[in-house]
Nanobody, 116 residues
Framework: QEQLVESGGGLVQPGGSLTLSCAGS????????MNWYRQAPGKEREPVAG????????NYTDSVKGRFTISRDNAKKLMYLQMNNLKPEDTGLYYC?????????WGQGTSVTVSS
């Protein structure tokens, strides 16, 4: 069973920055499109950003465009989400996700709280 492990969450003031990381196996980083999702309290899980295996294609939900940057380092088996100018509405549990054909894996999530 493949594992994805997120880290880097925490408490940050509005306008601050955080970088999330997601660690996985070599097999995942060689083959899987990877995503970040988040789930705010009382809301459904939503996609935040995605990145292709080669890193050449990325996409973002409208609310984070210009503030968040997704990247991956396949050699280090790490994916990142650089989050700048954080807002209270960015608060939630952030999940790492990997998809390839009919295979899909999720991490356990890392909590991000944006509050003064």
């Amino acid at each position: 069973q493949e594992q994805l492990v997120e880290s880097g969450g925490g408490l940050v003031q509005p306008g601050g920055s955080l970088t999330l990381s997601c660690a996985g196996s070599e097999w995942i980083f060689e083959h899987f499109f990877m995503n970040w999702y988040r789930q705010a309290p009382g809301k459904e899980r939503e996609p935040v950003a995605g990145i292709r295996v080669d890193g050449a294609f990325t996409n973002y939900t409208d609310s984070v465009k210009g503030r968040f940057t997704i990247s991956r380092d396949n050699a280090k088996k790490l994916m990142y989400l650089q989050m700048n100018n954080l807002k209270p509405e960015d608060t939630g549990l952030y999940y790492c996700n990997a998809k390839w054909w009919q295979s899909e894996y999720w991490g356990q999530g890392t909590s991000v709280t944006v509050s003064s």
